[in-house]
């Protein structure tokens, strides 16, 4: 999120006290997560020579919120990351918000040359001063320009390239994407609870085309974080294009989340049929997410930032604060409507050692411990129609989280109430977040669920419902039970190693 959080110097860690370790209690060792100090918006994903990039909204002065730089880190399969040195810091135009990024294979922009093409980050200066005078013009949009694959970054002499001379309020969130029907560059951006689209030959001289959402929607909230993709749909083999806009507040479990929209762009304007609001991840903790650009074979490859605007200040770690979601596939099915699906990249559990598990059955209750646990992935599949089940993940301190589905109701929820730590915020623990179910056509559900530390993401009906939160326990969970009628087949764990092992 870039909303404008006043700044915060409670709980300061300076810049010089980063650690390496990655030891501190909670932290995840296969998400990525910085080294230190507050993170929060995934931006400029873009996959250039071999190299995916993830900025990120970064305060490296503190483990709050504080004036914006993009952080960096990069990746050779979407697993094991690597921190690199601050992408971009504020100047006198202001903090540096959430955009994109593109790569500029024609060198259109002229910012490159034919032979070295540059890699073109586009993101919205917000200015403090105006923002705390409560001026109307405080936000615009600027870029710079990498020739060395992200390792440096230029800030164009002309900025802003896209000046609010319409003194729009929250007009933030580039995200551009070259659009090969209209031979243009598109540019999506957010003003209040709108998105609003422009083109451009250049990435430079941007023309306003239309808007969307005024009336369609989520509204409980501002809206951010846009992106605009096409995808075929696996059962017809149609394309569509799909729209995402974070919210915050307004999401249907409380607080901050991701909705989205189905439906045709053709290269001016996007529209939908879509009535009824829909959601990547139900859960609190997936926020912000947008996908890749540059990718092959029009894969969409989608990150979030894992964490919730009512609590995210809060939670209880102290040298950090904040990670980032898995990348997960993000695929586009049909059975009555258009719905989303996604599911973690191969990468997160290829070439690991996965067991089978020899379970113990009581009264229709499944159950197993493990001391990899909390650091793994566990997977199964339940037969159709889905029966009644109940999921409970703990320790031996009677922490627990607990997954069920309501065949009746065809809803999924989460309750991590008796989770771990709670008290840190009186948002956190409530309320129980509930999923309506989507159902991808087949003969079985398969299910995963990945275990890290301090988050879940729970994966449904191969990816068609997820659920991602945050938790803070005692103890590291080892205990594994499901209660259901059904029978539960190819009940297996995955214990994944610390990607952060040259830092312990």
């Known amino acids: 999120m870039s909303s404008c959080k006043k700044e915060n110097t409670a709980n300061d860690t300076p810049k010089d006290t980063a ?23 995934p931006n400029g994903l873009v996959y250039n020579d071999g190299t995916y990039h993830l900025f990120y909204q970064f305060y490296p002065d503190s483990t709050v919120w504080g004036p914006m730089h993009w952080g960096h880190a990069t990746s050779e399969d979407l697993k094991n990351w690597k921190n690199e040195p601050i992408a971009l810091e504020p100047d ?15 060198n259109s922009s002229g910012l490159g040359t034919a032979e070295n093409p540059p890699l073109i980050a586009m993101f919205t200066y917000h200015e403090p001063k105006g923002a705390e005078a409560k001026t109307s013009d405080y936000q615009y949009q600027g870029i710079a320009y990498s020739l060395d694959n992200g390792k440096s970054f230029t800030k ?90 974070s919210i915050n507040p307004g999401a249907p479990n409380g607080g901050s ?32 997410g947008i996908t890749y650009n540059n990718l092959p074979d029009e894969e969409r490859t989608f990150i979030a930032w894992m964490s919730n605007w009512e609590y995210g200040q809060e939670t209880p770690t102290e040298k950090w604060r904040s990670a980032m979601t898995l990348p997960q596939q993000v695929s586009l099915h ?13 990468s997160i559990t290829e070439g690991l050692s996965e067991a089978s598990i020899k379970i113990s059955k009581e009264e229709n209750t499944s159950s197993f411990s493990h001391k990899d646990l909390n650091q793994s992935a566990v997977s199964f599949e339940l037969p159709k129609p889905l029966k009644d089940f109940t999921i409970v993940l703990g320790n ?24 771990g730590l709670t008290d840190f915020s009186d948002k956190f623990a409530l309320p129980i977040m509930e999923a309506p179910a989507d159902f991808i056509d087949s003969d079985s559900a398969e299910f995963q669920i ?34 259901t009628e059904d029978e539960v087949k190819n009940l297996k764990i995955t214990p994944i190693p610390s990607i952060w092992k040259d830092n312990n």
């Open 334 to 346: 049909k059975n009555e409507d258009y719905f989303l699906a996604n599911t973690p990249v191969a």
């Open 257 to 288: 989340g991701t909705q989205y929209f189905i439906g045709d762009f053709d290269g001016k304007q996007f529209t939908t049929n879509q009535t009824d609001e829909k959601w990547i991840d139900l859960g609190r903790d997936n926020y912000a």
């Open 450 to 483: 990945f275990l890290d530390a301090s988050s879940i993401e729970f994966f449904a009906d191969s990816g068609a419902n997820a659920i991602t939160a945050q938790f803070f326990p005692n103890k590291p969970y080892t205990q594994f039970s499901i209660t």
């Open 396 to 419: 031996a301190e009677d922490e627990k989280i607990t997954i069920s589905f309501d065949a009746q109701a065809s809803k999924y929820s989460l309750d991590r109430s008796k989770s």
């Open 156 to 245: 164009y002499a002309g900025n802003p390239v896209v000046p609010n001379n319409e003194n729009l309020i929250d007009f933030r969130d580039p995200k551009v994407f070259w659009h090969e029907d209209s031979n243009k560059w598109i540019l999506v951006l957010v003003a209040g609870d709108r998105a609003m689209i422009y083109n451009s030959d250049n990435l430079i001289d941007w023309t306003y085309l239309s808007e969307f959402g005024k009336d369609i929607g989520a509204h409980g909230g501002v809206w951010e974080c846009p992106d605009l993709f096409p995808l075929i749909v696996k059962e017809t083999g149609e394309t569509k294009w799909v729209l995402f806009i």
């Open 19 to 41: 650690v390496k370790s990655y030891h501190e209690n909670f932290r995840p060792q296969y998400h990525f997560s910085p080294e230190a100090h507050w993170m929060n918006d």
């Open 92 to 106: 006198e135009l202001g903090y540096i918000f959430s955009g994109s990024a593109v790569v500029d294979h024609n």
